[in-house]
């Protein structure tokens, strides 16, 4: 069934071939201070140098275009061109060199126009490209950015060094009673190296999926001590140990507001999971404190998450019990939404005793009038990287949600960690920002965005170099860069990975469909 | 005088010359496509109206991924055709003739006798229209909306198998008839498969009425035609939620909404519709109806639940991008306005509205937009607090609004039967308006329970006319009204007698809702909504 597209997709790709201009520089051209109208936005952006090629479209007037890229240093050249469609498809083979010769310096774009019988020559523009290279893996799971129903959705693996996309899982492709399941949260453990990655399933044949290298197995994560099924995942950086998040968990949708769904939780903890041991018990348990978003420092000793404190929880009577209880909870979050607001916590951690200690308060953002999620620690353990928002957690929903690091380097030193954080002004847009991985080398950010059009997610790529500073970021290549506007999923959770998943689709899925092979977590 | 012999064993009469073997066949063939574009036809455009198809295999990955997910594809763009129901329709007869055409020849020469199974081969055509006519709605809410071309071709192919396998059968027999000569000198089959069109047209009429003229009213949607809209809703004699909600939708538009409402009965028929993620019949019409009660929001949401579970449509994108368009949402906007015109035929519509991008003013000037535009809430509300279907929920509840939130918000309560609600908003009307017909009459139903009620309203209480007639429709409900006391299934029983014995009579006031209309109304409470 894959052979068509891909035969169909030759063929139109040749036909297109045939319809370009030849692909030389204009020799006669005019110079005009009108930017290049070109899409993604790859002007003046930083890269790493094995990326796949920056394909882009032109959206101007004209019926042909060129593109000459030349490396600033050694002058390698590359140039394509494009007709009416405006697509500039850059060969692979010549990209790479170019990025190879050009590796630690820029390399400037020139775009030609032809319009009404003559060439346009529009400003130039920069790349740099980085000396360190990306992770070469990107998981992601696709999914319609919907409010409640989901249908066809699945966890893909993308080569960023080319353009291959394929499948890690993908759920039925139709409505099947008994089968209907949604699958989420892919995490693998120490970007990819251990082997170790999960992955939730909800719906039907529910449960977390662990793989270790090419196994697979599902185990079902409730207890009778936790609150619910385990949400968010952090894997220890050395130990198979897992600490999630467990979270009870609604909606609303705004009938008038740009934000038009409010994402919230009305309870969450914290548990620890020993994969070896299989076994279960609580981190933080509290009525009236919702932990989430747990995230390790690279050395495994403390725990960052995020807490906030909802007094009205503890307020509810005891008769209240079951769905009674939490559609009163629900409720009574979702009537205050605006004021529910998340600090950042940490809690060291002892290896040996597998103990935590005391929460303390990192940053209070609820005093600051906002909401912070998903800490993540860079790899050198320097920075902190998250999410804020005006308020609330699920911030892909929010316009205010931008990213901010916070130099911990700095706080270790005494300095207040209020005036130890910033914005990522470079990366970040009017729009969402959210859900932010480090790369293996801590050079690379890949976040979801919703810039386009404040509805599909998309990740975006950021360098953030040494000294600590954010660069502009650029979309996911693609090798059709229409595809960006055809592709009718966000793209959820991207985590980097320095090794391809080692399951199969179809060891996975007899994982997923095998409920008599379920086991059971131990508390 | 001489003549030359000239016979064949089952040579026919003389009188055979004059109906020609091709008669069938142009009977046939003016008999289908009168079916398919007269009778069916407004059903198969609009099927050609959801359709979606483009040569981006990304824009076609749901399809795609589904089994036989390649044939859909190709399938659909046969569809095209049909979106002009008169090109559609003469295709799609052309082709069901030819089939009638090829499984005559694979039957009648094996058998030798081509006049009495000539036009028998129109059975299995008339068989599969019969098919798509019972399938209803569940030939395209919630399935594959290249269902009916697909058979329509695997027929034609079947046809021409079965053509093929009769010519080589015919070799192997023997020349002799094996029917009576007398027998076959009858058109025995043509008749009946012209009984059997009968049938057809008769079940495409009467038990497909509904299916008719929503997708007609669909059609006219799509045009602006409000006034069709409206009239194609009142021509049905028991109309579907469907009909009945762009009914109001046309009324609505036609700013006629509390005169006319209740011309039509409420009373909607089950529907048998296939389970596919959920079996109701609002994949068809809610999040229209959102849309045109001014709730973008819940239009887009409703929307985009219905696009991940059926799949990518264009009228599914068209809505979303006006809804993108009205929220000032430009890039949304141009995204969806994008993916329509990578669609064959769909350029006008992109042409319309792509220069009303980030131009809202612009866009409300149009009497449609604006209408939707002033009903637009003035409050934040989340859906939560509303009961579904949102359209009715938030306009049960709303408390601020503008003077045509007003009308709509009386409508809802008077299609909902809650007085205290109805009576509190009418008190608002009545200091803006004249109160419509409608109105008047629930007045006289709240006031059996709340004597002082009229002397808030001299214009009811002094009207003589209105009065006698509400005594005169409770002189004649009287005899079938439930005992007090009886049980639910007695008080049905009464409600159903007293909608079929009065609707002669009393269809088109208020009374007559009030008492027997909606007898199974439900409005379903807003669920629990998790997080996918």
Known sequence: MKAYPIFLTLLIALLAQACRPDAVVPADSVAVDEAANIYPEYRDVVIPPNIAPLNFMVRGEGDAFVCQLTAKRGGQELVAAAGEDGKILLDTLAWRELLLSARGSDIEVNVYSHRDGRWLHHPPYTLTVAEEEIDPYLTYRLIEPSYELYRQLGIYERNLTGFDEHPVYENNDVYAEGDNHCINCHTPQQYGKTGLSLFHVRGDHGGTIFMKGSQAERLNMKSDSTLGNAVYPAWHPEKPWVVFSSNKTGQAFHIAQSDKVEVIDYGSDLIFYDVENNKISNVLKTPVEMETFPTWSPDGNRLYYCSCTFAPLGHLPDTLQGTSRDLACSDSVIANYRNVRYRLMQLDFDSQTRRFSAPTLLLDCPAMQKSATLPRVSPDGRWLL??????????????????????????????????????????NSDNVESYHTWSSNGRWIVFSSRRDDGSYTRPYICYFDTQGQDHKPFLLPQQDPEQNLLRMKSYNIPEFSCSPVGATPETIRRAVYDDDAVRRVQE | MSSKKTSTPSSAPSSSRKFPACTVYAVGFVLLTIFCTIVYGEVFSQIAAENFVCSDAEAMTFVRRMPLGMVYWAARYVLLVFLNKWVGGVLMALVLTLSAWFFDRALARPFNCVRLLRGIGFLPVVALLSWMVHRGYNLYFRCEVSTFVIWTLALFFLSILFA?????????????????????????????????????????LVKGENVRLACAMQNRVAEGDWESVAELGRSAY???????????IALLQQNQLLEHIFDIPFNYPKLQLDFNGGDDEGVNYIADCNFFAGLPNSAYRVSMENLVVVGPRVNIYKRMALCALLNDEQELAHRYLHLVSKMPFQQAFVERFLPLVGHVDQLVKDPVFANIHGLYPMDEMMEQHCRQPVFLGYNAIMMRGSDASLVTSVATAMYSKSMDNLLMRIGVLSQKQSLPLSVQQAILIASLRRPQLLEAYPQVRDNSMLVSEFRRFSQDIAPLVAPPGSDDETKRASYRRIADELRAEWLGTYYYYYYSGNIDQTVSKSEQHGVN
């Not at chain 1, 308020?391 to 929903?397: D, L, M, S």
């Not at chain 1, 700095?410 to 470079?426: D, K």
């Not at chain 2, 028991?238 to 109001?248: F, K, L």
């Open chain 1, 386 to 427: 998250f999410t804020m928002g005006d308020y609330g957690q699920f911030h892909i929903w929010h316009h205010s949600s931008d990213l901010y690091v916070m130099d911990l380097q700095a706080v270790g030193e005494g300095r207040q960690p209020a005036e130890a954080f910033r914005p990522l002004s470079a990366a």
């Open chain 2, 164 to 204: 093929v396998a009769g010519h080589f059968l015919s070799r192997r027999k023997s020349s002799s008839a094996a029917v009576p000569a007398g027998l076959c000198r009858l058109p025995l089959f043509a008749l009946l498969a012209l009984a059997a069109y009968g049938g057809l047209t008769w079940q495409a």
């Open chain 2, 238 to 248: 028991n109309p579907t939620r469907s009909v009945a909600a762009y009914y109001a």
